[in-house]
C-alpha cells in the first residue's frame, strides 16, 4: 500500500490557489513532490475560467468586480466555475503510471472521481459517476471536474457542492446557453444540487474531509498522511504568486479582433463547447488571426496555443485548415477525450461558410450574423426561399396577438415584426409567427411535407447554438437571421419562451432581413434571366 500525503491547505486567494496548483504538478512531473491528495478552499470568492476561454466570453466582470469576486484563470480546462467559502475543493497529484494510464481518458476520469462517490455515500448521498466528468445526484450535478498534465504527471481536480448560491452564479458568469442541450432543460437551478439540499442540513467541514480521505483510501487502496508544504514547494509557491495575479495570466485568452473583421461560430459537443473566432483578411483570402475556445479539457495544456500558431496566416481553404487540424489529432500533439476531429471542426466549417456570404457584398459583420442549415448561402438563396418564419418574442409586448400566429402589420411603434410581415408578403413569401418551440418544428415538418424548397427565420445566436444538429435532421434549407435585444437566454427564461411565455421583446434585425431578401430576389432574377 503506498501512502500519500494529505494536504489540507486554509482558504487562499483564486491567484495562490492557481499558484499553488501548478507548483504541486510541475514539482511532481519533475520526481521532487510526492503524491497528494490537497483540500482546498476560496477566500474571497472567486470565478475561475478554463484554460482554453476567455474571461471576457464567460463572466460579468463589472458584477464580479462590484461583489469584490476574485477573477482567475486555472491551470486545467472545462469550464468557468464560481466557487464561494461554502465549496470545497479536492485535487490529485500523482504519476501517470499509478493508473496505467498515458493519456486521460473517461476510465480514468471514472476511477477518480469514485472515491468522491464513495465519500458521498457515507455522507448518505447517493451519486454516480457521469461521463465525461460529472458527478451526479438524481440527475443533477454535484461535484464538477476536470485535469491537466505535465510530463509523466497529472493533477484532477473538482469541487464539492456543499451550500450553493445560484443567484450569485448566475450573475457571476455568463452561462453558455450551448451548456444546457444535452439534458434538454433550460434552467441552471435544473441541473446542480448541493449537499444541503440533498440532507436537509449543511455537514461540518471536518466530516465532509474525513469522507472524501476515506473515499480515496478506499478506491486507490492508498494510506494518506497529513502532510505541509516541503521548503522546495513553498519557495516555487510564494514565487509564482505575482504571476498569478498579473492580467498577462488572467486574460490569456483575450481574442482581439474588430467585428467588421471577425465571424465566431459555436458547436456544443458531448464532450464540451467549442468556439471558433477567425479574424480574416478577405481580400488576399487569409486567416489573420484565430481563437479557439470552450470548456472542453485538452492535453497538453498547451497544445490548442500551438494549434493555432500553425493556422495564423494560413489560406482560407477549407482543406488545407482541416489537414492542419487533423494532423494535430492524428499524430497525437492534442487529445480532448470524447471530442474527435469531426465535431471539433464544425465551428470552423460554419464560420467558412458564413465568410463566404460575403461575396454578395454582405459586409462581414452582417455575414456573422447570419446561419445556415443544409446548405451554403449560394445554394440556400438560389432555391428560392417562400417561406419567412417570425419569432412571437419580437412583437409589442402589449399586443393581443403577441402569442398568436397572425399579425396585422399594424405599425405599432417599437414592434419590429409588422414591417418584417410586409417585407415578407411584399415578395409573395408565406410569413408565419412561431409562438413556441413545438411550434416551430411543427412549421418545419410540414413545410418539409409540402416541399417548401427553403425558408428564411429569425432567432437569437444562442438559439441556433443548442439546435443547430436539430436544423440539420429537419432536412430544410434554411438561413437563420440573428436578432437584436436582449433575448430569454440572457434572461434565463428559455423555459418559458419555449412554451410561449417569454414576456420581454426583442428585435428582429430589419436592416439584415432586407439584405438578405435581395440576395433572394438577385438571384430569382438571375435565374429568370438564365
Not at 144 to 172: E, H, I, K, P, W
Not at 214 to 226: A, K
Amino acid at each position: 500500500m503506498q501512502h500519500w500525503r494529505l494536504l489540507d491547505t486554509p482558504p487562499m486567494t483564486a491567484a495562490e490557489n492557481m499558484a499553488l496548483d501548478e507548483t504541486l504538478l510541475e514539482l511532481k512531473a519533475q520526481g521532487r513532490s510526492p503524491n497528494t491528495i490537497r483540500f482546498l478552499q476560496f477566500s474571497p470568492r472567486a470565478v475561475l475560467v478554463g484554460f482554453h476561454q476567455a474571461v471576457s466570453e464567460e463572466i460579468r466582470t463589472d458584477f464580479c468586480r462590484e461583489k469584490g469576486i476574485d477573477i482567475n484563470r486555472r491551470i486545467t480546462g472545462g469550464g468557468a466555475v464560481f466557487f464561494d467559502e461554502n465549496q470545497l475543493g479536492w485535487e490529485v497529484f500523482c504519476e501517470k503510471a499509478f493508473f496505467n494510464a498515458i493519456l486521460p481518458n473517461v476510465r480514468l476520469f471514472k476511477a477518480l472521481c469514485d472515491p468522491v462517490v464513495a465519500a458521498l455515500a457515507l455522507l448518505n448521498v447517493r451519486a454516480e459517476f457521469r461521463p465525461r466528468n460529472d458527478i451526479e445526484v438524481n440527475g443533477r450535478k454535484i461535484s464538477g471536474t476536470g485535469g491537466t498534465d505535465s510530463g509523466d504527471a497529472f493533477m484532477f481536480q473538482g469541487t464539492m457542492l456543499v451550500d450553493f448560491d445560484v443567484d450569485t452564479m448566475l450573475r457571476a458568469l455568463k452561462i453558455p446557453v450551448e451548456k444546457l442541450k444535452a439534458k434538454e432543460i433550460d434552467s441552471v437551478k435544473d441541473r446542480v444540487t448541493c449537499l444541503k439540499w440533498e440532507t436537509g442540513d449543511t455537514p461540518a467541514l471536518g466530516d465532509l474531509k474525513q469522507a472524501i480521505r476515506r473515499g480515496f483510501e478506499q478506491c486507490l487502496d492508498i494510506r494518506l498522511e497529513p502532510g505541509g508544504l516541503t521548503r522546495e514547494e513553498e519557495r516555487r509557491f510564494t514565487s509564482r504568486i505575482r504571476h498569478f495575479r498579473s492580467p498577462g495570466w488572467i486574460d490569456a485568452v483575450r481574442p482581439r479582433f474588430r467585428k467588421r473583421e471577425a465571424v465566431q461560430s459555436s458547436y456544443k459537443a458531448p464532450a464540451g463547447m467549442v468556439r471558433f473566432t477567425l479574424v480574416v483578411d478577405l481580400p488576399r483570402k487569409r486567416l489573420k488571426d484565430i481563437y479557439i475556445t470552450g470548456d472542453f479539457l485538452s492535453f497538453p495544456g498547451r497544445a490548442l496555443y500551438d494549434l493555432e500558431a500553425g493556422l495564423r496566416g494560413a489560406p482560407l481553404d477549407r482543406d488545407h485548415l482541416h489537414s492542419v487540424i487533423r494532423g494535430c489529432f492524428d499524430d497525437g500533439r492534442m487529445t480532448i477525450p470524447g471530442l474527435p476531429f469531426e465535431d471539433f471542426i464544425k465551428p470552423l466549417d460554419q464560420c467558412l461558410e458564413k465568410i463566404d456570404i460575403a461575396k454578395y457584398g454582405i459586409p462581414l459583420a452582417h455575414c456573422n450574423m447570419i446561419s445556415l442549415a443544409n446548405g451554403s448561402f449560394d445554394a440556400v438563396v438560389r432555391k428560392l426561399p417562400s417561406v419567412l418564419l417570425l419569432p412571437y418574442c419580437a412583437k409589442f409586448t402589449g399586443c393581443d396577438l403577441r402569442y398568436e400566429k397572425g399579425c396585422r402589420a399594424c405599425g405599432e411603434a417599437g414592434c419590429s415584426v409588422g414591417p418584417a410581415w410586409n417585407m415578407g408578403r411584399l415578395r409573395k413569401m408565406k410569413v408565419v409567427s412561431i409562438v413556441s418551440f413545438e411550434d416551430l418544428w411543427g412549421e418545419l415538418t410540414k413545410m418539409k411535407a409540402a416541399g417548401v424548397p427553403a425558408y428564411i427565420g429569425c432567432c437569437c445566436q444562442p438559439f441556433f447554438a443548442k439546435h443547430v444538429d436539430d436544423f440539420q435532421r429537419s432536412g430544410l434549407p434554411g438561413i437563420l437571421l440573428d436578432i437584436d435585444n436582449t433575448t430569454c437566454y440572457d434572461l434565463d427564461q428559455a423555459k418559458q419562451a419555449y412554451a410561449g411565455r417569454f414576456e420581454s421583446q426583442t428585435r428582429l434585425d430589419l436592416a439584415l432581413l432586407a439584405t438578405v431578401l435581395r440576395a433572394v430576389t438577385d438571384a430569382g432574377g438571375r435565374g429568370r434571366a438564365a
